[in-house]
């Protein structure tokens, strides 16, 4: 089964702090992806990367950063917090798509509180 | 215009009931459709991608219309269980998804 985890599934910061969210997936994926969850918004894509080191922006790339050391391992990095960061996070990894196969597999998501 | 859009409902059904969803995209150039299932509090989940042919999972139909630039989601015999939201997400060029905010389902009993 695949597996994407993510370092917490609930966070509260102070506006300013530096935050870092975590995601590790086991399956070998090239793909990963950051996102947030809004009521009324959906899912808005942040970053995406598609190799070690490669990023490429989303969406909703501003307040955010990230980081791609290994392949298994995608960090988002908020420089200084806001509360109009409060959000849910939800990383996501995949293959390339291939023969019209293509899924990305979501991790359980982490509940951002800046207060 | 968004890019993707659905009705974000709810739509309350009872059990048994069928019940379809549709989903307007906006690229013409749009390349890959999938329907995926979100639980409350949960993660999203591809419940079925979408062909050009129309694909049929059990209880579950999708549809792709191109001339329309829509497609569709049809549940039969409702079951609670099928109580969720689902967000159709659209692929151009490249491996990016674009979601739909959603449609909300409630079978009731």
């Known amino acids: 089964d695949v597996k994407v985890t993510q370092s917490s599934r609930y966070l509260v910061k102070r506006t300013g702090e530096k935050v870092f969210l975590e995601c590790v997936q086991d399956m070998d994926h090239e793909n990963m992806f950051w996102y947030r969850q809004d009521p009324g918004l959906g899912l808005r894509l942040i970053y995406f990367?598609?190799?070690?080191?490669?990023?490429e922006k989303g969406d909703i790339p501003e307040g955010y950063s990230v980081s791609r050391e290994k392949k298994e391992r995608f960090s988002l990095i908020l420089e200084s917090a806001s509360t109009n960061q409060t959000s849910m996070y939800l990383c996501?990894?995949?293959?390339?798509?291939?023969?019209?196969?293509?899924?990305?597999?979501f991790g359980p998501g982490t509940r951002l509180t800046v207060t | 215009r968004k890019e993707v859009e659905q009705d974000p409902g709810p739509f309350n059904v009872p059990e048994g009931a069928t019940v379809a969803f549709n989903c307007t995209y906006s690229?013409?150039?749009?390349?890959?459709f999938f329907w995926y299932r979100q639980d409350c509090r949960k993660e999203p989940k591809l419940l079925m991608s979408?062909?050009?042919s129309g694909n049929e999972d059990g209880r579950f139909t999708a549809q792709l219309n191109r001339a329309s630039q829509y497609i569709s989601l049809l549940i039969r015999d409702s079951k609670l269980s099928d109580s969720a939201t689902y967000l159709c997400a659209v692929r151009m060029d490249t491996d990016k998804l674009i979601f739909g905010t959603g449609t909300r389902l409630q079978v009731f009993p």
């Open positions: 990367s598609y190799d070690v080191k490669m990023k």
């Open positions: 690229n013409s150039a749009s390349q890959s």
């Open positions: 996501a990894s995949s293959n390339p798509i291939a023969g019209g196969d293509y899924e990305q597999y």
């Open positions: 979408v062909y050009s």
